[in-house]
C-alpha cells in the first residue's frame, strides 16, 4: 500500500491543508502514520481519489501516487527512493497554474506601462493643442477686419476732454475718460514679450506701435481700451474693465476648462512690473495642475 504526505496531498488536490482536513472529517477518513516517521500524516491513493470525487476536483493524469514515502526496493538505497520519489511530488497541474501566474504577471506589466504611455500621449497632445490654439488666435487678431465699423485701437489722445460721467468708487473721484466708455471690437490689442527683450504693442487696426512701457503715452493709450492680450516672460493671460463704467482690470486666464483670475488694479497702476506678476501668479495654476 503506497502512502501519500499530507502535503503533497495537498498539492494534488490544489487545496490547503486546513480545507483538506475539513473535507476529511466530512467524508469520515482518518490520516495513517508514516511507518518510519509517525510525526508525517499520510492518506492512501484511494482515500485522495474518493476526496477529489467528492469534491470535484481533478488530478494529475495519468493518475500515480508518489512515492516518497513508499518503502525502498529491495537491493536498493532507501536516499535513492526518495530521489526517484521526489521527482514525481510536483503535479502537473501545479506546473500549470505556475505558468499561468508568471503570464498574468507579465500582462499586467505590459498594462501598466500601456497606461503609462497612453497617459503621456494625452498630455503631449493636450499641450500641441494648446500651442496650435495661441498661434491660431494670434493670426486671427491680425488678419481679421474690426466690426461695427469701430476701430479696434484708436489713436492715442494727446488730451483728456472734461465731462461728467459716472464715477466709479475706486476711482477717488477722478473722472472717467470719455474714450473709456466708447464701446470695442472682438479683436483686441496685443502686448508681447519678444525674443530681442523688448516689449511691443500691437494693434490690429493700426499694426505695430511706437509705446514705451510705463511712460505717458502708454498710460495714455490703455485709457482708449476696454481689455487686451498680454504674452510676457511669465506667462499670458486677456485683460479686461471689470464694467464700461469702471478703472479697474482683472486679468483672465482658462487652463484646461478651468477659469482663474486675478485683480490688476486701476489702469494708471497697469505697469509690466504689475502685468508680468500677473501672469506668473496665472501661469503658477497650471504648473500645479
Not at 97 to 109: G, I, P, W, Y
Not at 241 to 256: C, L, P, Q, V
Request: hydrophobic fraction near 40%; proline fraction near 9%; glycine fraction near 4%.
Amino acid at each position: 500500500m503506497t502512502l501519500v504526505p499530507l502535503t503533497d496531498c495537498c498539492a494534488m488536490l490544489g487545496i490547503d491543508a486546513k480545507t483538506l482536513r475539513h473535507w476529511l472529517r466530512q467524508a469520515n477518513l482518518e490520516l495513517a502514520p508514516h511507518p518510519k516517521d509517525a510525526r508525517l500524516k499520510c492518506l492512501t491513493m484511494q482515500q485522495v481519489q474518493q476526496v477529489a470525487m467528492l469534491h470535484v476536483r481533478p488530478l494529475p493524469s495519468p493518475v500515480s501516487a508518489p512515492s516518497a514515502l513508499a518503502e525502498a526496493a529491495p537491493g536498493q538505497p532507501e536516499s535513492e527512493a526518495q530521489l526517484l520519489e521526489a521527482a514525481t511530488l510536483l503535479p502537473t497541474s501545479v506546473s500549470q497554474e505556475a505558468d499561468l501566474r508568471k503570464q498574468l504577471s507579465c500582462l499586467e506589466t505590459k498594462m501598466t506601462t500601456m497606461q503609462e504611455q497612453l497617459a503621456q500621449l494625452a498630455l503631449s497632445l493636450l499641450r500641441e493643442r494648446e500651442v496650435r490654439y495661441e498661434e491660431r488666435l494670434r493670426a486671427l487678431e491680425v488678419l481679421l477686419p474690426p466690426t461695427l465699423g469701430l476701430p479696434a485701437c484708436p489713436p492715442v489722445p494727446h488730451a483728456p476732454v472734461a465731462g461728467e460721467h459716472p464715477q466709479d468708487p475706486s476711482t477717488s473721484g477722478r473722472p472717467l475718460h470719455p474714450a473709456e466708455q466708447r464701446a470695442r471690437s472682438r479683436l483686441i490689442p496685443l502686448i508681447e514679450y519678444t525674443a530681442s527683450g523688448q516689449y511691443v504693442v500691437i494693434c490690429p487696426e493700426l499694426g505695430e506701435l511706437a509705446l514705451l512701457p510705463d511712460s505717458p503715452e502708454w498710460f495714455a493709450w490703455l485709457v482708449t481700451l476696454s481689455s487686451f492680450r498680454f504674452v510676457g516672460q511669465q506667462g499670458r493671460f486677456t485683460a479686461y474693465r471689470r464694467s464700461r463704467s469702471s478703472r479697474s482690470w482683472r486679468a483672465h486666464r482658462s487652463i484646461h476648462q478651468h477659469h482663474y483670475k486675478h485683480t490688476l488694479g486701476v489702469t494708471d497702476q497697469l505697469t509690466i512690473n504689475r502685468l508680468e506678476q500677473a501672469a506668473a501668479i496665472l501661469q503658477s495654476h497650471r504648473d500645479s495642475l
